[in-house]
């Protein structure tokens, strides 16, 4: 079946630190895949996104790439602020079925000043 | 508009009574879903309306009930829950499109007492 694996966290890192969180994925073919962030009381925000191999997701700093040969998404990025604390969601959806999203676990970020 | 508007953004109902959540979008998406978050946890897919017909039905309770009246307009009808329902509720939409990813509102906070 499909399926998101992300690091576990919490994550804590002081600010301008750079942050790696890591995903990988389990699907068929090509999946499109996003990263989601929510801010604390908040729904869910698209972050980024790719559709296809090799495909590099930015946005407000943040990158992601496409790599089919290890089945990843890590979602990086090279200094972050105390705003970027929240919850990040690597998540998928399939190439084959039904057009579902499918989450990871979520990682929680905390960047302290 | 590029949102997706949720209304109520709190509730808090007793098991006996019945209300109803309230989301709209008018970015002419065809899809529109209802999702449930508890705390720490990545939302799950309760209802998919593709083309305004229910597709996809996650084995939810039927005190959960949805409504989609119009491309625009999706409702879900509460009643008699019980203490585990409260939850973040999420609506989203998407156009149908494995690409594209959903649009989610800032969700309604539901607590049942």
């Known amino acids: 079946g499909n399926s998101v694996t992300q690091m576990e966290g919490p994550v804590t890192l002081s600010e301008e630190a750079f942050l790696t969180i890591n995903c990988t994925y389990t699907a068929t073919g090509y999946p499109s895949l996003f990263w989601y962030v929510q801010y604390p009381g908040e729904g869910l925000q698209l972050l980024l996104k790719a559709t296809k191999a090799d495909d590099k997701g930015s946005n407000k700093g943040f990158e992601a790439t496409y790599r089919k040969e290890t089945t990843s998404f890590h979602l990086e990025k090279g200094s972050v602020q105390v705003s970027d604390s929240a919850v990040y969601f690597c998540?998928?959806?399939?190439?084959?079925?039904?057009?579902?999203?499918?989450f990871g676990q979520g990682t929680r970020l905390t960047i302290n000043p | 508009d590029t949102e997706v508007t949720q209304t109520p953004k709190h509730l808090v109902m007793g098991m006996t009574n019945k209300k109803s959540l309230k989301c709209e979008q008018h970015?002419?998406?065809?899809?529109m879903y209802w999702y449930k978050q508890k705390a720490k946890k990545p939302p799950e897919l309760m209802f998919v309306y593709s083309y305004e017909k229910l597709s996809i039905n996650e084995s939810v309770p039927s005190r959960f009930s949805p409504e989609c009246p119009n491309s625009s307009l999706l409702n879900l009808h509460l009643h008699a829950l019980q203490p585990e329902d409260s939850a973040l509720y999420l609506c989203?939409?998407?156009?149908?499109?494995?690409?594209?990813?959903?649009?989610f509102g800032s969700g309604t906070r539901l607590t049942v007492v």
């Open positions: 970015m002419g998406h065809r899809a």
């Open positions: 998540a998928l959806i399939p190439i084959q079925g039904a057009q579902k999203l499918v």
């Open positions: 989203a939409s998407s156009p149908y499109t494995r690409d594209y990813g959903y649009t």
